[in-house]
């Protein structure tokens, strides 16, 4: 961006999810700073999202506190929106939590103010008591201002809370604290921003929605409970420990292992040893980290206490004004955003190393170490594209090392954030209940089906409970089992508890299971078995496959309209078969992800690998160097018992899998040379991704949708997709984010295989590049050979029904061409996906490896196998 209204842009310094943050001036006055936030009114496709930026500008232009970023202006044009803010040059907290090292070499201010307040320890992130208690009662004459204002802010994190330069535009303590500031006056200013959140208190319904980052959310957010203005005395007390201990007080790989990490401490706080806190700010913290807001400290309590009202003059540097006070107009004169004293040194392969260990030396900075070392993630492969993209980041080393090293907290959040949401949703959906009036849905009416048509409303919900194993539904769901014909389909009855991951106790939930089971299907356990022991590499996919009979008898007429269905007109009546149809695309590059998946982590694997996965996040630095000497040495604790009865009650991975059928595969995986599994991992990572995509899709027109519709009831069918939907989603979200760790794990030992003077670049583009389209269509054809062997065999139709369908499926997802890989915003998963864009300003963008001609032919295929499917089908029913 160029300019915006009366004022022009001049470098990126920030982005969060959905804006991009510039530095910028007034035209007409070079020395008038702002800070410019661009949020594109493409990536507000929500109406919700688009509801949170206006309600940011709504606040921002009413509130005005020392200790809350100002709006100065706000631009909207036809594509974007640009907040026009005070800015803040020395950047968010995080510089000072996750950067003070380099800072101290580089930034002459800070390097200063570090030297008058110098940290507790250099062993940890932690800071000096000064800035502690500084910052905290900034914090909390800014939340006294909310309140006043009946605001919760809801996204209280280090990212939101910026830092302007000291000592300009007053001059000593007295006026400092005359203008309305409070805290010490020659440390950096802490300002709340980042209003996306903030409602209106009197709002409560809108008080419901979820939202904020999780390492710092109330554990009220995280369970999806109703909440209060008190989420955001919970997220006080983590930023106040973060600043005393160096990390946050609870650190999971989600939100759901953050809640149960939260609610297991059982209000038991603690400190690490290195953190000499004096007991009266430890109890500050604690009563702010309670985990029931009823107990937790109120806010006159808070704003009452001792550590918050001390008196800090004693911390004020007079005789050190005049150093500081040049040193601050030195950063404004030099105009240079904090980020720019950063990494201006490219780092060495070997640097990079070094920087693994000293990360470790912070426990609960070793994996982003790992995400985020450059010798643990392959650059994408080389293209003549990637290589001047390459050329121009090599002018831009500090900047580049900056967003990297902040794209773990951005990938986390980020994906953090669509998770919530999908889960609120979907949380939203089922509880507003059915609609009492269903609408025929085509399909629903074609298969008369009993469950799915069952008239419904919130209050049948005690239906379910009554009946317990309802026999009604029994003999709906296996008298439906054998679909049209009523007679091939194996029956469902004896399928139907093997799908269901949902919590049992909930006769709702239960409901809904069966009828998930009923729509997609399960596998007894004689076919699990067969599976595992003949493991054809399609079997799977064709197990797993009930739901197509249902899901493609309009395939051809649907298929025009996926492309692109967030742009379609959404009603009740369509609602049903786009969601069916996105289902479906989701469901095949799931069942393949899955083939993959049970190849590189079957069960017995998985075990110890989701157990190290969950050890790594919490282990001190010496358990992770001795994890890396001695792999297989893992004790059985309790984590992994926990973990082994989860998957053995087929809750969690290996589904349907049988231990020596896939130690079998384990046994291959690990004789494959190491390039071939990481090829695997990526490929299972890709396939993955792009189910996550879809189904993230999926939710974006239930959303669109659900918020558009005035009624707030739904069909039985609409909420059975829906929930399924979500339960997808969760389990790709923690399988993709566990073999992230696994390559990393995998290119780690890789690259200390390789010969010590290779480069870097080398290392990393000896990695063969995954193509997604190319997958989906080998896989693709080898299903449909497979159908039609099948087929002239006189083998089992209805699994050759299946297979054209999957194969057909399939191809329709490879025409894609929209940005799975950006579903997240940035890439979440950073893997070696080929990006085809000969455009450098382009680099972002996902490029469909197929040109016009590929396509035509996979329009082809698809036409001819659309074509036998449907005589196979006229053969079958005539059979029967
Ligand atoms: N007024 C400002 N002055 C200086 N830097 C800013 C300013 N506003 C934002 N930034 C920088 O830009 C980054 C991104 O800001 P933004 O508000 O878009 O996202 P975020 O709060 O980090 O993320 P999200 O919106 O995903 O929660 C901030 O973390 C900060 O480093």
Request: aromatic share 8%.
């Amino acid at each position: 961006m160029a300019s915006a209204g009366n004022y022009t842009a001049e470098k990126e310094i920030g982005k969060g999810s959905f804006a991009t943050v510039y530095r910028g001036h007034l035209t007409s006055d070079k020395s008038q700073h702002v800070a410019i936030k661009e949020v594109s009114r493409a990536k507000l496709k929500n109406k919700k999202l688009l509801e949170n930026l206006e309600i940011e500008i709504a606040i921002l232009k009413k509130i005005k506190h020392p200790h809350i970023v100002g709006l100065i202006d706000c631009e909207r044009t036809s594509t974007d929106f640009y907040l026009i803010m005070e800015y803040c040059a020395l950047g968010d907290l995080t510089f000072l939590l996750k950067r003070r090292k380099e800072l101290m070499e580089n930034h002459p201010l800070l390097r200063t103010v570090f030297e008058k307040y110098p940290p507790p320890s250099e062993n940890h992130n932690g800071l000096h008591r000064a800035f502690v208690l500084s910052y905290l009662q900034q914090l909390a004459s800014a939340l006294k201002f909310l309140r006043s204002k009946n605001l919760v802010h809801r996204d209280i994190k280090p990212q939101n809370l910026l830092l302007s330069t000291p000592l300009i535009g007053y001059h000593d303590s007295k006026s400092f604290h005359e203008l309305g500031f409070v805290g010490i006056y020659n440390l950096p200013i802490l300002k709340i921003a980042d209003f996306g959140f903030a409602r209106f208190l009197p709002n409560t319904s809108l008080a419901e929605t979820l939202c904020g980052s999780p390492l710092y959310m109330a554990p009220e957010i995280l369970n999806y409970q109703k909440y209060n203005a008190k989420a955001d005395l919970w997220s006080v007390g983590t930023v106040v420990f973060e600043m005393c201990c160096g990390t946050p007080p609870f650190r999971a790989s989600n939100h759901l292992e953050l809640f149960k990490k939260i609610k297991r401490a059982n209000d038991v706080i603690t400190f690490p040893s290195y953190c000499n806190i004096e007991p009266e700010l430890k109890e500050l913290i604690c009563s702010l980290l309670t985990f029931d807001p009823a107990q937790r400290i109120g806010f006159e309590e808070f704003f009452a206490n001792k550590v918050v009202n001390e008196d800090l003059s004693s911390y004020e540097l007079e005789d050190d004004l005049p150093e500081l006070e040049s040193k601050s107009k030195g950063i404004v004169e030099s105009n240079m955003f904090v980020s720019e004293y950063l990494s201006k040194q490219p780092k060495s392969p070997n640097s990079n190393l070094a920087g693994h260990q000293s990360m470790a030396d912070n426990p609960a900075e070793l994996s982003d170490a790992l995400k985020n070392s450059n010798i643990l993630t392959a650059p994408a492969v080389k293209t003549d594209h990637t290589q001047a993209v390459d050329k121009k980041a090599s002018n831009n080393k500090y900047h580049n090392s900056l967003v990297s090293d902040r794209s773990f907290e951005r990938e986390y959040v980020v994906v953090e954030k669509k998770s919530v949401e999908v889960n609120s949703l979907a949380d939203e959906v089922a509880q507003a209940g059915f609609n009492p009036n269903p609408i025929k849905h085509p399909t629903s009416t074609q298969n008369q089906n009993v469950l799915l048509n069952e008239q419904f409303s919130p209050n049948n919900q005690q239906y379910f409970q009554n009946q317990g194993e309802n026999p009604r539904l029994l003999r709906a769901t296996s008298s439906s089992s054998g679909g049209s014909d009523g007679s091939r389909r194996p029956s469902l009855v004896d399928r139907r508890l093997s799908i269901s991951s949902l919590n049992p106790s909930n006769a709702l939930s239960r409901a809904l299971g069966i009828a998930s089971t009923r729509l997609f299907g399960g596998a007894n356990q004689q076919q699990q078995q067969q599976q595992i022991t003949s493991s054809p590499p399609y079997s799977q996919t064709l197990l797993n496959s009930q739901l197509f009979h249902e899901l493609t008898e309009n395939i051809i007429l649907r298929i025009d309209h996926l492309q692109h269905p967030e742009t379609l007109k959404l009603d009740n009546t369509n609602i049903v078969s786009i969601l069916e149809s996105l289902a479906a695309k989701a469901f095949v590059v799931y069942s393949y992800a899955e083939v993959k998946f049970s190849q590189i982590v079957p069960l017995s694997t998985t075990l110890k690998g989701m157990a190290n996965f969950e050890n790594r996040r919490s282990m001190d630095s010496n358990a992770i160097a001795e994890e890396q000497d001695s792999d297989d040495a893992e004790e059985e604790d309790e984590t992994l018992k926990k973990y082994k009865e989860d998957c053995l009650s087929t809750k969690t991975f290996g589904k349907g899998r049988t231990l020596s059928a896939t130690s079998q595969l384990s046994a291959t995986f690990n004789k494959l040379p190491r390039s071939e599994m990481i090829l695997l991992c990526n490929e299972a990572i890709v396939l993955y991704m792009k189910a996550l995509s879809i189904l993230s899709k999926s939710m974006q027109v239930t959303s669109n949708w659900w918020y558009e519709s005035q009624e707030k009831s739904c069909s039985l069918r609409v909420n059975v997709l829906v929930q399924w939907l979500r339960e997808k989603f969760n389990e790709c979200l923690e399988k993709a984010d566990f073999l992230r760790l696994k390559i990393n794990d995998l290119r780690f030992k890789h690259a200390s295989e390789v010969a010590e003077n290779q480069t870097l670049e080398e290392k990393g583009s000896s990695e063969e590049p995954v193509y997604l389209e190319k997958l989906l269509y080998d896989r693709a054809l080898e299903i449909s050979k497979m159908a039609a062997h099948m087929e002239l065999k006189g083998e089992n139709l209805y699994n050759c029904e299946l297979a054209y369908a999957t194969s057909l499926w399939m191809l329709e997802t490879s025409l894609d061409d929209d940005d799975f890989t950006n579903a997240y915003g940035d890439y979440p998963f950073k893997t070696n996906i080929h990006l085809k864009s000969n455009d450098v300003e382009d680099k972002e963008k996902y490029h469909s490896v197929l040109d016009e001609n590929d396509r035509i032919i996979i329009r082809k295929y698809i036409d001819s196998i659309a074509n036998r499917l449907k005589i196979l089908r006229q053969k079958m029913n005539h059979q029967n």
